[in-house]
């Protein structure tokens, strides 16, 4: 039934500071910038008068991320206390070349992260070096590196 997966869906604040951070600070490829509204979409969304901006930015040859701002309804901002154990949770996991050269140049630019890279040292994972890191809304990006090139 299930063939793959095609994106995976953030919404967003404010979709040029977004922008500012997924395109501009990770390197991540525009292929889409589109507004969207109309009795589909709100039937689709499940939300009366519904608009918004989608943004498609490419994740490898095959993924993407879909950035969405509404423009109607207005949504709520995420929970300043909000953290990782909170149900609906969740982040996304992105592979980089050098983690700690991707962690320098962003903690340069000013990007919050919990910890330094840190290397998995057991099990399934073992020798990968992970980090989380914090977008413009505060919604969370791990940044993933495999053993074959810590």
Avoid: N, Q
């Avoid at 997966?5 to 500012?20: F, P, Y």
């Avoid at 292929?31 to 709100?42: C, I, K, Q």
Wanted: with cysteine; aromatic share 6%; proline share 4%.
């Amino acid at each position: 039934m299930i063939e793959g997966l095609h994106h995976t869906s953030r919404t967003v604040a404010d979709m040029e500071r977004s922008l500012g951070f997924y395109r501009d600070l990770l390197g991540l490829e525009v292929v889409l910038d589109e507004r969207l509204e109309g009795a589909s979409l709100e039937r689709v969304v499940g939300l009366a008068g519904a608009r918004l901006r989608v943004v498609e930015l490419r994740l490898g040859s095959e993924l993407l991320l879909e950035l969405i701002e509404y423009t109607a309804p207005k949504g709520r901002p995420l929970a300043s206390d909000a953290s990782a154990a909170d149900v609906g949770a969740h982040h996304i996991a992105l592979l980089v070349d050098d983690i700690h050269a991707a962690h320098s140049r962003l903690v340069a630019a000013g990007v919050r992260f919990t910890t330094a890279p840190v290397e998995i040292t057991g099990g399934l994972f073992a020798g990968t070096w992970t980090t989380y890191c914090f977008d413009p809304d505060g919604m969370t990006v791990e940044l993933w590196r495999p053993p074959t090139a810590a």
